[in-house]
């Protein structure tokens, strides 16, 4: 079974960086798109990003658009989240997932399409 680790999340003030990273300890990790989603309290998971199987597409919410970027290292397993010019409002759990079925489609911007969350990194922006 797949596990998936997340960290790099922390306190920062408004306008600072973070840097997520997602470690998986699947072998077959590279076979598949991946995502980061983000839940704020008393909120819904959203979709925050996501990035295909060898890294050539990218996909972004629009509130993170130009401030966030998704990369991966698939000889590491990892996937990473790059998040400049932080907001308040970027104040949330965030989590990645696996794509659950791999297929055709793309972008892959809804919950129920990954699987395998980690346990989720804090993210607190101050302002």
């Known amino acids: 079974q797949v596990q998936l680790v997340e960290s790099g999340g922390g306190l920062v003030q408004a306008g600072g960086s973070l840097r997520l990273s997602c470690a998986a300890s699947?072998?077959?990790?590279?076979?598949?798109?991946l995502g980061w989603f983000r839940q704020a309290p008393g909120k819904e998971r959203e979709f925050v990003s996501a990035i295909s199987r060898a890294g050539g597409l990218t996909d972004y919410a629009d509130s993170v658009k130009g401030r966030f970027t998704i990369s991966r290292d698939n000889a590491a397993n990892t996937v990473y989240l790059q998040m400049n010019n932080l907001k308040p409002e970027d104040t949330a759990v965030y989590y990645c997932?696996?794509?659950?079925?791999?297929?055709?489609?793309?972008?892959?911007?809804?919950?129920?399409?990954?699987?395998?969350w980690g346990q989720g990194t804090q993210v607190t922006v101050s302002s």
């Open positions: 997932g696996k794509e659950r079925r791999i297929t055709s489609k793309w972008p892959l911007r809804f919950e129920s399409e990954y699987d395998y």
């Open positions: 699947d072998q077959t990790f590279s076979r598949y798109v």
